[in-house]
């Protein structure tokens, strides 16, 4: 299984000189094995992807987390879409009161998209999330999470390997004092034991008591999530767009330097790529 | 045990914060969790006993109404919310495992969560007193 990063950014797309190392595009993660191609949300990072897939590609996955603007704003960009020999599958969650379709078409419509949903040309079809499912040699499990609306997390498996991806994640709010036991932890059961965990990354230990609910989490929570799950190494990701590289790293730096974790923590880049494997 | 759902997660972490008495179910009825306010009420702390079956919980606090008799399990606000999917409201008297009884007042509701699925139950309930 290959892991690709097209935008790690958090919130708001934030190029610019500070952010070239880390990247400024929002969430889209690429994941590959063999022919079978997965896209983890369709942030602004989807549109550079959707210039790099093969024409002789026939079919795309698209996963989505939810369905906040940083993770799908970069749907009416991605070209793909408008291939008619090209199947789209995009997954997704529904909300309490309206349909996956209906969501995303709030989005891709007039006023704030000239494209509409059915003037795409690709063989699309939308799939509500079941908690299970196969795609090719991926068996993918999705688990609402803690963050506001109706959000999922992914854990995708393959005989390779185990993938987590939480990129909007919260789970110290539903956990105090944290951490505290598994069972009773966001995400716990998507993320226990994988061998690469993609996870929320987006504030220092002094900004998030100022913004508790907000569906995010602190490094140093990240870290003793990370630790709770066992995970085998965790990739840091959704950074938030104030935070320079150069702020990000001491950050970084300061969290690691309290919770010593036993495991490799490597920072999530765009156009940086890996491979997990057990 | 299975990892609750988030819905059921949150509901657990708001009763924790409350000084209302909570106790919250799953969706076959298990007891998952009661509050601290809870405690004093039934007469035990959680930590204590844990969860429960709903055959244990719904018989070990003795519900009962105004005449002694013994409620059965199915006219219990919380059993009522689970297999109707409608909030439902009562009071009748428990035995807490203090040895003592009190009346009480119950309101239960189911928790329905993304995709219309149950995912438990949860009562708030208080001590009814004399004015």
Same mark, same amino acid.
Do not use: H, K, N
């Given at each position: 299984m290959n892991v690709a990063f097209w935008g790690t950014r958090g919130s708001l797309a934030s190029p610019g000189p500070d952010t070239v190392r880390y990247g400024g595009n929002t969430s889209c993660v690429e994941v590959r094995s063999g022919e079978h191609l997965l896209i983890l949300d369709a942030g602004t990072g989807?549109?550079?992807?959707?210039?790099?897939?093969? =024409?002789?590609q026939r079919r795309i996955d698209l996963l989505l987390t939810h369905l906040h603007m940083d993770h799908i704003q970069g749907l009416g960009f991605f070209a793909p879409l408008r291939r008619p020999d090209l199947e789209v599958h995009i997954w997704g969650p529904a909300s309490a009161t309206m349909t996956l379709a209906k969501r995303l078409s709030?989005?891709?419509s007039p006023p704030l !998209? =000239?494209?509409r949903v059915r003037d795409l040309e690709c063989a699309l079809e939308l799939h509500e999330l079941p908690t299970l499912c196969e795609i090719g040699p991926f068996r993918i499990r999705a688990r609402h999470i803690c963050h506001p609306g109706a959000t999922v997390g992914y854990r995708i498996e393959t005989d390779d390997g185990v993938l987590t991806y939480l990129p909007d994640h919260e789970p110290a709010l539903g956990a105090r004092p944290f951490p505290r036991e598994p069972t009773w932890t966001s995400g716990y059961d998507l993320a226990e034991g994988a061998d690469v965990l993609i996870h929320d990354a987006q504030y220092t230990r002094d900004e998030y008591p100022q913004r508790v609910g907000w569906g995010h989490s602190s490094l140093?929570?990240?870290?003793? !999530?990370?630790?709770?799950?066992?995970?085998r190494r965790l990739v840091p990701f959704h950074y938030d767009p104030g935070r320079s590289d150069d702020a990000l790293d001491a950050a970084l730096a300061d969290a690691m330097g309290r919770a010593s974790p036993t495991f490799p923590v490597t920072p999530s880049?765009?156009?940086?790529? !890996?491979v997990v494997e057990r | 045990m299975a990892q609750p759902s988030i819905e059921v997660i949150l509901t657990r972490e708001l009763s924790s914060a409350l000084s209302t008495p909570v106790f919250l179910v799953d969706p076959k009825g298990n007891l998952l969790f009661y509050n601290e306010p809870a405690e004093s009420i039934l007469g035990?702390?959680?930590d204590e006993t844990g969860e429960m079956s709903v055959e244990v919980w719904a018989t070990m606090f003795v519900p009962s109404d105004v005449e002694g008799r013994p409620l059965p399990a199915e006219e219990l606000p919380l059993v009522i919310a689970l297999s109707e999917r409608r909030p439902a409201h009562s009071s009748f008297y428990i035995k807490g495992l203090d040895g003592t009884a009190r009346e009480i007042e119950v309101t239960a509701f189911p928790l329905i969560g993304h995709g219309a699925r149950l995912r438990g139950a949860v009562a708030f309930f208080w001590e009814r007193r004399e004015p």
């Open positions: 989807i549109r550079r992807l959707g210039q790099a897939i093969s =024409p002789t709030r989005y891709l !998209f =000239p494209v140093d929570d990240m870290l003793s !999530f990370a630790r709770l799950a066992a995970v880049r765009e156009g940086e790529s !890996f | 035990c702390r959680f």
